[in-house]
């Protein structure tokens, strides 16, 4: 169980252009959901969280209209890139908590995104 | 701020060797303890995790970490790895406080073992 879906694997997109990814929990409701950024040999950093039905809470340094995101079901989660461009090109990857945003809970990850913006 | 610090950025080792992975955190408060590992070309998954109590933790796959309050430390340890454990390790930290229920993440470290 806890299986955890991103789509899609992989995007091309030229500048400019808006895209969005979708993060699924598959076999469990997922309270919250959280959207992670991953650089070439750095670690995961975290862009954003979402309560179903509630709107996002961005990190610090993270651009809420540059990076829209909706949880707008138990089991849905989506993460749009906004007229983007070639520095937003990264490996974006989601988890999901059974929890509400608080302590303790196992985040179940995606296989992650990797966008590419020409 | 909150920080993860993995010392290796990459080992090699050859089967039946035992595994140590550093993991050091920066944060004067509670913590909860969690190790990821990513095999090539899956997605991350959960080894094991520390909330409270003993501080040696057994995972998955033979793996343990100890968790050393005074050392701000979560080391990972395996006595004998074996090829199918070549995967990149994760060490996070979730901080209570301020932005708590989020998760740090070190910067990995790469395990390559040798059959």
């Known amino acids: 169980g806890a299986v955890v879906s991103q789509h899609p694997s992989r995007v091309i997109c030229k500048s400019g252009t808006s895209v969005k990814i979708e993060c699924r929990s598959l076999?469990?409701?997922?309270?919250?959901m959280f959207w992670y950024r991953q650089f070439p040999k750095q670690s995961l950093m975290l862009m954003a969280t979402s309560n179903e039905g509630s709107k996002a809470t961005y990190e610090q340094g993270v651009e809420k209209d540059k990076f829209l995101i909706n949880h707008a079901s138990l089991t849905l989660s989506t993460l749009t890139v906004t007229s983007a461009h070639p520095e937003d090109s990264s490996f974006y990857i989601c988890?999901?908590?059974?929890?509400?945003?608080?302590?303790?809970?196992?985040?179940?990850f995606g296989p992650g995104t990797r966008l590419l913006v020409l | 701020a909150q920080s993860v610090s993995q010392h290796n950025h990459h080992v090699i080792l050859s089967e039946a060797a035992s595994l140590e992975l550093g993991c050091n955190y920066s944060y004067g408060g509670t913590v909860n303890l969690f190790w990821y590992v990513q095999y090539p070309g899956q997605h991350l998954q959960l080894l094991l995790k520390?909330?409270?109590?003993?501080?040696l933790v057994k995972g998955i796959k033979g793996f343990e970490a100890e968790f050393i309050k005074s050392k701000f430390s979560f080391n990972l340890r395996k006595p004998s790895v074996q090829w199918s454990d070549t995967a990149e390790y994760f060490c996070?930290?979730?901080?209570?406080?301020?932005?708590?229920?989020?998760?740090?993440f070190g910067k990995g470290t790469k395990l390559s073992v040798k059959p």
């Open positions: 996070a930290v979730e901080a209570y406080g301020g932005s708590q229920g989020n998760l740090i």
């Open positions: 520390y909330f409270s109590g003993d501080p």
């Open positions: 076999d469990f409701q997922a309270t919250t």
């Open positions: 988890s999901a908590s059974r929890a509400s945003r608080g302590r303790g809970e196992t985040q179940y």
